[in-house]
């Protein structure tokens, strides 16, 4: 006896596994790839430089401290993760979630806003951490693709309409889209015609560029090309705004401090966040995983996303998530492994000590035009084509989404994105679209509809019920099988349901069955079941429903259930 308790086991054994997971991302180490893993992590911060000065700013936050989410966050990932291609740091749809969240709390870019950001990076790792031990990644299942189409194009929306009175030099008034556009009308005569211009050039390098020249980093030619023009030609005395003195030198260490009142309120912003970076990530992991054939751990990633949050936190910055757009960028430039990251990281330290002085002369509407492009780029045009192509109904869902981020906020639209993403998900399993089994006329077996009365052989109905079986479509399976007795031109001897779709079956749904059993023999019917799969088997076992049927009455294929049927005349 060790006098350990199972909690002090239990936590010693995620330790050890946390050890052994370290540098997944990085380990085996090819020296052949590590000068390509160098050059895609020069371009990576290329991309990640002036993107996250822009994060920065949808968040609320000091543009520095979209510097420092991408220096230890990303380094915290690339260490602990499991991905070799996952990149990590500042993202528009959480620092929208965060900014939203945080709206009326405090002033911007304050020290008490900072500290609210902080302690929202902190719960969200927390929430993170709790989601491997309790085993919640599959939380991010629950966000479907469309929606999350509607929601980041509402959010694209949001953002870019937010960023359009600083491309004219105005002051953004109102509390959302609409009555920003209005303001930024009704004030148009007070616009600086030197601004506007300053905005539209760099809005015609960036996409002129990438048109013409897209593995240049446009945005960054713009940023370093503008702070040039306005310390050369004084920019200021032109009437265009600048960011002014930007803190030098590495992030403090510190812990976040909030009123207790607070708490809740960032609790609720965080579990926002939460399900979007556990949705975004796991499906970036996944698919580059899926694309080289390697192993992702999303348990082990998600410990490390949660330590990266708490990293930010520590170092005074707001919520880091994997990013899908760098993580491609990255691929596209030859990366593979996290050493493309961590080579971005030391980049961005080198620009902290020693190149944050330049930065006193970038023109905030520059800084406006970048992250009005970010935004013009989340609002996914050809996704939600493509969505309203294949599937009407899903797109409004989408739409529905994005408006309500649009119209209402971020807030809302992801609660909204999550609660209609659970109700696709239970309208499919609700009413399942269940056949019948025939043999065609090629002697083949077909699936036939419902409203045909198809028989297997005459007298021998088999039924395919196409989902688990649970209190929600329990009512559905009855009633079919009813009709289906009921509706024929001569009452079946047997009822077989095919269950090969059936993975579970819960109380509500064994007694239907145990219903649907009396029902049918006192209609001169046999029910019988193939096809059922060991859990499901398992679970009527446990219920006693097997029992009350027989357990004769149990098939392992639809071939057994015709052999006996066609015995069932020796046998009586």
């Known amino acids: 006896m060790t006098g350990e308790s199972s909690a002090e086991r239990r936590d010693a054994g995620i330790i050890r596994r946390l050890r052994s997971s370290a540098l997944q991302g990085i380990l085996p180490l090819d020296r052949a790839q590590v000068p390509r893993d160098v050059v895609a992590g020069v371009a990576l911060a290329a991309l990640a430089i002036p993107s996250s000065l822009g994060y920065a700013t949808i968040a609320g936050m000091p543009v520095i401290t979209g510097l420092y989410s991408v220096l230890l966050p990303t380094v915290v990932f ?21 900014a939203a969240g945080l709206a009326g709390l405090a002033a911007t870019q304050s020290s008490d806003y900072i500290a609210l950001a902080a302690m929202t990076a ?33 959010v694209g929306i949001q953002v870019a309409v937010g960023q359009i009175p600083g491309l004219f030099g105005l002051t953004k008034e109102g509390s959302g889209p609409v009555m920003q556009l209005w303001n930024v009308v009704a004030d148009l005569g007070d616009a600086s015609m030197t601004t506007v211009a ?62 207790m009142d607070d708490v809740a309120t960032l609790a609720g912003v965080a579990v926002s966040i939460f399900v979007v970076i556990l949705a975004q990530s796991a499906a970036t992991a996944r698919a580059y995983a899926a694309r080289y054939n390697e192993r992702v751990d999303e348990n082990t990633d998600l410990v490390a996303l949660g330590l990266a949050n708490a990293a930010a936190s520590v170092t005074g910055t707001f919520v880091v998530n994997g990013s899908p757009t760098k993580t491609q960028m990255v691929d596209s430039a030859g990366g593979r492994t996290q050493v493309a990251n961590l080579t971005m990281s030391a980049i961005v330290l080198i620009v902290l000590l020693f190149l944050t002085g330049p930065l006193q002369y970038l023109p905030n509407a520059v800084l406006a035009a970048v992250v009005f492009l970010i935004g013009i780029d989340l609002v996914d045009v050809t996704g939600m084509r493509r969505i309203f192509r294949l599937r009407r109904d899903e797109f409004y869902v989408a739409l529905l989404t994005a408006v309500t981020v649009v119209f209402v906020g971020v807030l809302q639209g992801i609660l909204l994105a999550i609660f209609l993403s659970i109700v696709i998900h239970l309208r499919a399993s609700y009413k399942p679209r269940n ?91 046999r029910l019988v079941i193939a096809n059922l799969s060991d859990d499901a088997r398992s679970a009527l076992d446990h219920y006693g429903t097997t029992e009350i049927i027989g357990g004769d009455a149990v098939y392992p294929n639809i071939a057994a259930v015709r052999a006996a049927y066609a015995a069932r005349g020796l046998t009586t």
């Open 78 to 98: 690339a260490l602990l993760g499991s991905s070799r291609h996952l990149v990590v740091g500042a993202d528009s749809a959480t620092a929208a979630i965060l």
């Open 435 to 525: 056949t019948l089994e025939a043999i065609g006329t090629d002697g083949a077996v077909h699936t036939t509809p419902l409203e045909d009365h198809a028989e297997m052989v005459p007298g021998l109905v088999v039924y395919r019920f196409a989902h688990s079986m649970y209190f929600a479509n329990a009512n559905q399976f009855s009633e079919e099988v009813l009709e289906l007795v009921d509706g024929a031109e001569e009452t079946p001897e047997w009822f077989c349901v095919e269950a090969t779709a059936v993975a579970g079956v819960d109380i509500t749904s064994a007694d239907t069955l145990h219903e649907l059993y009396d029902q049918l023999r006192d209609r001169g019917v």
């Open 198 to 259: 300053v905005s539209a050039a760099v809005i015609v390098i960036i996409r002129g560029g990438r048109v013409l020249m897209p593995k240049i980093p446009w945005a960054l030619v713009a940023v370093v090309g503008s702070i040039i023009a306005s310390a050369a030609f004084d920019f200021v005395e032109h009437g265009i705004t600048t960011l002014g003195a930007v803190p030098s030198g590495l992030p403090s260490f510190e812990i976040p401090s909030v009123p």
């Open 122 to 154: 902190f719960i969200a790792g927390v929430f993170l951490v709790v989601a491997r031990l309790a085993r919640l990644g599959f939380i991010a299942d629950f966000l479907s693709r469309t929606v999350l189409v509607g929601f980041l194009t509402g």
